[in-house]
């Protein structure tokens, strides 16, 4: 009953934004008609190059987020197991948290000449300091005193690790993952924008929007917000939910 009541509540706040873009469109010049919008939906999304486009945007971030998240990881479990290395890492740490996304999207683009490789990079720059502190945090806050009874009882690492780490810090980790998806989609498109890319998102909303092709540009919006979207609740959200049903 919850879920249906979430569900409703979502889809409410979605039909909230029609009457707000309606307006919007009688008052501006850069809004479209979100009547003529629908009715280009379903031609737009029968277009091979739609998803083409969709496709090799999904696989840039897929790659860099994956790479994020194990380089997080990694520094997360550095920085917990020695003084020296906390100290070291927090200073590649907080230069990726400080640095805006489209001046490591024009570095990372520069360093590899626009090649493929640095798409994924600025991604992966982007989203691992997400996944470093969050863990980091998860793991210092975790409870000693059940470390130490799971010595008693002897449980070895990996049981430890099954039954007593991992949900303890099973919320750091969902909580830092879904911030690193939500700005891995965000640096992306700026990345393919700078970066001058022939195909992905941003190379299709830069070409719209440069020729005023402007029911393209909400076209490739909605496409954009309802993928973030469809990854956010019907994927991380269910393995979030999975999850915690396992945890408890």
């Known amino acids: 009953m919850q879920r249906e009541n979430n569900l409703i509540i979502s889809i409410g706040a979605v039909l909230m934004l029609l009457p707000i873009w309606w307006i919007a469109y009688r008052n501006t010049n850069f809004i479209a008609d979100p009547f003529v919008v629908a009715a280009a939906l379903p031609d737009f999304l029968m277009q091979p190059d739609t998803w083409s486009n969709i496709a090799i945007t999904l696989y840039?971030?897929?790659l860099g987020l994956a790479g994020g998240v194990v380089l997080g990881t990694l520094a997360a479990l550095a920085m917990t197991q020695s003084k020296l290395a906390e100290q070291v890492l927090a200073i590649y740490v907080t230069?990726?948290?400080?640095?805006?996304?489209?001046?490591?999207?024009?570095?990372?683009?520069?360093?590899?000449?626009?090649?493929?490789?640095?798409?994924?990079?600025?991604?992966?720059?982007?989203?691992?300091?997400?996944?470093?502190?969050?863990?980091?945090?998860?793991?210092?806050?975790?409870?000693?005193?059940?470390?130490?009874?799971?010595?008693?009882?002897?449980?070895?690492?990996?049981?430890?690790?099954?039954?007593?780490?991992?949900?303890?810090?099973?919320?750091?980790?969902?909580?830092?993952?879904?911030?690193?998806h939500a700005l891995a989609w965000k640096v992306i498109v700026v990345a393919e924008i700078f970066g001058a890319a022939r195909i992905g998102f941003g190379a299709q909303f830069d070409h719209a929007w440069e020729y005023m092709q402007m029911v393209q540009v909400h076209l490739w919006l909605l496409v954009f917000m309802a993928i973030v979207l469809a990854v956010e609740y019907g994927v991380l959200r269910v393995a979030e939910r999975h999850v915690f049903r396992w945890r408890a």
Request: hydrophobic share 60%; glycine share 6%; aromatic share 12%.
């Open 95 to 180: 230069t990726a948290l400080r640095t805006p996304s489209a001046i490591a999207a024009i570095m990372a683009l520069a360093i590899f000449r626009g090649a493929e490789i640095g798409y994924i990079v600025v991604v992966m720059f982007i989203t691992f300091p997400f996944m470093a502190v969050g863990l980091r945090d998860g793991l210092k806050s975790a409870d000693k005193d059940l470390a130490e009874a799971a010595q008693i009882y002897r449980l070895g690492p990996l049981r430890y690790i099954r039954h007593v780490l991992l949900p303890f810090i099973a919320p750091f980790i969902f909580s830092a993952l879904r911030n690193a």
């Open 60 to 62: 840039r971030v897929a």
